[in-house]
Structure formats: C-alpha cells, structure tokens
C-alpha cells in the first residue's frame, strides 16, 4: 500500500504547476565575446611599492601593464544596458624587468552608448582588494577599443590603472 500511496502523491503534487500557463521561459540570452589583448599603465602609491618590496619586489612608482581581457556579456534590453563580467588577467613591471601578475574578476554595466562601470575583487602580490573600473568602449569599423580606469585601494596604499586594447565584433 505505501509504494502505491508514494507514487499517487509524486503525481499529483505537481499538477499544479502545470496549471500555471501565463508563465513563459524568458527569451534566451545572446551572449557576445568581447575578450581581447589590453596594454596599460598602473600608478603606484608609495605604499603599494612597500608592501611589493617587502615581497622583494622593487619598481618604481609606475609599472607596464600587458595582458587579456575574457568579458562575456550575459544580460542586454535592447537599446539599452547590459551586463557583462569579465576577467582580466595582466602582467606588469615588464618594462623593470619583473612580472607582477594581477588578477581581476569584475561584475558591471554598460550603456548602450559604451559607458561601462564595473566593481570586483583585484588579487597581487600586493594583497587582495576591491576594484572599482570605469571606461568607455569607441566603436571604429570591425573593432571596439575600449579604454578603461581602474581604482584599487588597499590598507598599503592606491593602485590606480588606465589600460586600452581591442576586440573585433563578430
């Protein structure tokens, strides 16, 4: 008897659900691969470059930033803002001869216009930190350059970053 009771109950309780109708799937979400090289420029406070010395790692109060951006768009209204994240992952100090990895996770905004802010957690050698990124991206032709300005404080001090690159629309 309780094997039939069990498998009545299984059938029966989500029959409501089904009786939901005016409920729809969204549309699915068009995604776009915007990833591409970026180059830059990272200002350094002095408590930055202590913190970094501590670790043996000497440079001066400004350092080279090459690497690549991996964005992925995953929400768009039309004509108007969409949500991307992105990882962007750079190597600086290579103009001093040492290499400073850095990596980013950010979650933002952009406007239909190529305005876009993000904020994310920024990890370095010289600690782990909240990142706050504006930018704008030009659309010229079959490519977008964006042009990015990153804020990253910390207890040691400030990073402050500019960095631009390209990505081919597809």
Excluded at 76 to 97: I, P
Excluded at 139 to 168: D, E, H, Q, Y
């Amino acid at each position: 008897m309780r094997p039939t009771a069990l498998a009545l109950a299984l059938t029966l309780l989500p029959t409501p659900l089904l009786a939901q109708s005016g409920l729809q799937a969204p549309p699915p979400v068009r995604t776009l691969e915007l990833s591409g090289p970026r180059i830059g420029l990272t200002m350094l406070s002095d408590g930055v470059r202590a913190s970094l010395r501590d670790k043996n790692i000497d440079v001066k109060s400004s350092i080279s930033q090459f690497g690549w951006q991996f964005e992925r768009q995953f929400f768009s209204k039309q004509g108007g803002v969409t949500a991307v994240h992105e990882w962007v992952v750079l190597l600086g100090g290579l103009d001093q001869g040492t290499a400073i990895p850095s990596l980013n996770w950010l979650v933002g905004l952009r406007t239909a216009e190529g305005a876009e802010f993000g904020i994310g957690p920024n990890l370095t050698p010289a600690g782990v930190a909240l990142a706050l990124s504006a930018g704008v991206t030009f659309k010229t032709g079959a490519m977008n350059v964006p042009m990015n300005f990153a804020v990253v404080p910390t207890k040691a001090g400030t990073r402050v970053s500019i960095l631009t690159g390209f990505t081919l629309r597809r």
